[in-house]
């Protein structure tokens, strides 16, 4: 049966004929839109980002993090083209409107410009971070793109020249839409929406936390801004102020970083499962059917002689049974004592993994989390996308207490770490921090410590921490704040390290399905391995066994080897 396997990350509508999705199973599904029935499927060699119709639905455009997009014929999804002048992931991919171009925004801070027969036409070089989102003008003269570097710009159709420079002071903007005209929308991590007209802005506050998708049809004068809060908003572009319509809180399994509108009063949505969901936004209604979960795994973790495992449907497994339903996609698994054992993910909540009990309520997603002491209490910091460190003390009777919020960054936390006294931290703007773990206060800063997002990081011993991420590096931090780069052979974006207790193996794990492993001491990498072609999500080590565990996307754990013996 044709179904995805893991979340679907990004969804596309053509009239009231066909939903296409593109999941993180690598698949690109095509669904008949009155049945809901899948009618093809394709792959890519990575998980695929986004999908585009053509405006006449005869051709479909696919974005993935293989590096390319594809361009295949509608409904036999026979590929046409390949795109493949990226260095780094295809984020979005938009159609000209009557022209046979197609225009790509990619993570190597670059907008390209290529006709149906896959031939580069531009490759319009500006931005100073990764380009997130791309939408052309609607008489196809100009596009506009939005970056990680807090800017919007404006280039030639023609020429592939840069016309204009918006700076939006810095702040983080993942969507952007053009209107018919000329007015552009962008939806920015501080949750606002900046309009912008010509040399006029004015900015609305939607939303509390960062705004993941903006979608415009024109043809009804709606917007729609999806955000990591958890909420849909409704907005009238008809007058010249932007003004609210609706609103409705999303469903947990609804994954609020792609929408579409469909058929009549429809709206769809990718989802953490197998199929997406559907939103009446006339009736505020959203459909009830329920949406098969997907086995992926997003962490693992090894502690009291068992592993424990939790993923895209929040069950927690231990030792392959079920040990705990959290009801939503999660990511990270921490244990406190050998009774508490704590997780989290894409609905902000802390919870017991055992019995799904909130713990804690947070206004944004939660990444990471690590246990450490203080004058021999337990302590937990979890890492939030909205920046914060989440600080809590377990009692004597098991019960976990909120202390406070730790401003960590300014963007989302990736990674959190202990180490002797200190805390370290990561974030998606590639900045690391050290904290006091007894005072919380902040010990040391670096605001471009990796060269791309930074992913994952861990204790090593006595003040020493290693970090990884996109740059395909993994650095080595000493006490005094330098680190040493190590370089790796990993062809893709690293997404997970661990170590073992002494801190002298350090695995590392990409989404490729690539393993290797380094000796610290002996300089050198010991171990590369990939046991599976799907992402590897989590690394843990079992001391009890001498094992490195990495979960992976396609549901599975596998075991290298932990010991230097």
Not at 206 to 222: M, P, Y
Not at 296 to 310: F, L, M, Q, R
Not at 388 to 410: I, K, M, N, Y
């Given at each position: ?55 006449d ?16 014929s ?53 931005h ?52 018919p ?126 592993v ?89 009777d ?23 006294d200190?805390?370290?931290?990561v ?62 052979t ?8 661990a ?40 690394l843990?080590?079992?001391p ?22």
């Amino acid at each position: 049966m044709i179904a995805h396997k893991s979340p679907i990350s990004g969804i596309a509508a053509y009239q009231d004929k066909y939903i296409a999705s593109a999941g993180y199973d690598n698949q690109v599904i095509l669904w008949d839109q009155a049945t809901k029935r899948p009618v093809n499927r394709v792959l890519h060699d990575h998980l695929a980002n986004q999908c585009a119709f053509s405006p006449d639905g005869t051709l479909l455009v696919t974005s993935s993090s293989d590096y390319s997009a594809r361009l295949w014929s509608v409904p036999d999804l026979k590929l046409r083209a390949v795109f493949n002048a990226q260095a780094d992931d295809v984020e979005m991919s938009a159609f000209h409107p009557t022209r046979e171009w197609i225009a790509t925004a990619s993570r190597d801070h670059n907008l390209r410009v290529y006709d149906f027969t896959g031939t580069l036409v531009h490759c319009c070089v500006g931005h100073t971070a990764d380009v997130i989102s791309v939408d052309w003008s609607a008489d196809g003269e100009q596009l506009v793109t939005s970056s990680d570097d807090g800017t919007v710009k404006r280039w030639s159709a023609t020429t592939g020249a840069l016309l204009e420079d918006i700076d939006l002071g810095g702040v983080e903007t993942d969507t952007i839409v053009s209107a018919p005209d000329g007015t552009l929308y962008a939806g920015n991590d501080g949750g606002q929406i900046i309009v912008i007209r010509g040399a006029d802005r004015t900015t609305v506050q939607g939303h509390d936390a960062g705004i993941k998708r903006l979608v415009l049809s024109a043809e009804r004068g709606l917007l729609v801004s999806l955000s990591y809060d958890r909420k849909l908003l409704l907005w009238d572009t008809g007058e010249r102020e932007l003004r609210q319509i609706g609103q409705s809180d999303i469903p947990d399994d609804v994954w609020p970083r792609s929408c579409a509108f469909a058929a009549k009063d429809t709206l769809v949505f990718g989802t953490f499962g197998a199929s997406y969901r559907t939103y009446d936004y006339l009736s505020g209604q959203w459909s009830d059917a329920a949406v098969p979960t997907t086995p992926g795994i997003n962490a693992v973790c090894a502690d009291g002689g068992s592993v424990y495992t939790v993923g895209d449907a929040g069950t927690v497994l231990r030792d392959g049974a079920v040990h705990g339903q959290t009801g939503s996609l999660c990511n990270f698994l921490t244990p406190l004592s050998p009774t508490v054992v704590v997780t989290g993910g894409q609905l902000g909540k802390l919870m017991d993994a055992a019995t799904g009990r909130v713990l804690h309520q947070h206004r944004s997603p939660l990444n990471c989390g690590v246990r450490y002491d203080v004058d021999g209490v337990p302590h937990l910091l979890v890492g939030a996308y909205t920046g914060e460190g989440l600080v809590f003390r377990l009692a004597p009777d098991g019960q976990l207490h909120h202390v406070t919020d730790l401003p960590l960054h300014e963007n989302a936390v990736k990674g959190v770490a202990v180490s002797g006294d200190l805390l370290f931290s990561v974030c998606a703007d590639t900045g690391v921090a050290w904290h006091d773990a007894r005072t919380r206060e902040l010990v040391h800063r670096i605001d471009a410590a990796h060269d791309r997002i930074a992913n994952g990081c861990v204790g090593l011993a006595d003040g020493h921490f290693a970090s990884v991420g996109r740059d395909l590096k993994l650095r080595l931090w000493a006490p005094d704040f330098t680190s040493r780069v190590i370089p790796t052979t990993h062809p893709n974006s690293i997404k997970c390290v661990a170590a073992d207790a002494a801190g002298r193996l350090i695995a590392t794990g990409s989404y490729h399905g690539h393993v290797k492993i380094y000796d610290r001491a002996g300089d050198r990498w010991t171990i590369e391995e990939r046991p599976t072609t799907a992402g590897i999500s989590s690394l843990s080590h079992d001391p009890d066994r001498g094992l490195f565990l990495a979960g992976s996307y396609d549901s599975q754990v596998y075991e290298l080897p932990g010991t230097t013996a």
